[in-house]
């Protein structure tokens, strides 16, 4: 099993600021791209923002210059800054993690979900 643990999240006033963070537990893991995306009620899920192994990031045109992901490896970490938070960024947010474990067995795996709501 591969499992995403997230934490972070809350409620926050617009124009402030939240750190999410998500790590994956596992054995032998090698995990090669990691992300967050969200869902609010009556929408799809959308991607936030994604992470290659080599620090590769993409961002939602929605987020560009508001959020910021990074990742540590060694701790199999994924980390979502919010900043300049819009009501709008209001949904559950997910944590997304791929790769291999043992070598041989690939995994995709999602996290919980951690609430966000951002208050006007």
């Known amino acids: 099993q591969v499992q995403l643990v997230e934490s972070g999240g809350g409620l926050v006033q617009a124009g402030g600021s939240l750190r999410l963070s998500c790590a994956a537990s596992?054995?032998?893991?090698?995990?090669?791209?990691m992300g967050w995306y969200r869902q609010a009620p009556g929408k799809q899920r959308e991607l936030v923002a994604t992470?290659?192994?080599?620090?590769?990031?993409l961002y939602a045109d929605s987020v560009k210059g508001r959020f910021t992901i990074s990742r540590d490896n060694a701790k199999n970490t994924v980390y979502l800054l919010m900043s300049t938070l819009k009501p709008e960024d209001t949904a559950v947010y997910y944590c997304?993690?791929?790769?291999?474990?043992?070598?041989?067995?690939?995994?995709?795996?999602w996290g919980q979900g951690t609430q966000v709501t951002v208050s006007s």
């Open positions: 596992g054995s032998a893991l090698n995990i090669n791209s």
């Open positions: 997304n993690a791929n790769g291999h474990h043992h070598y041989i067995h690939p995994f995709d795996s």
């Open positions: 992470i290659t192994s080599g620090g590769s990031a």
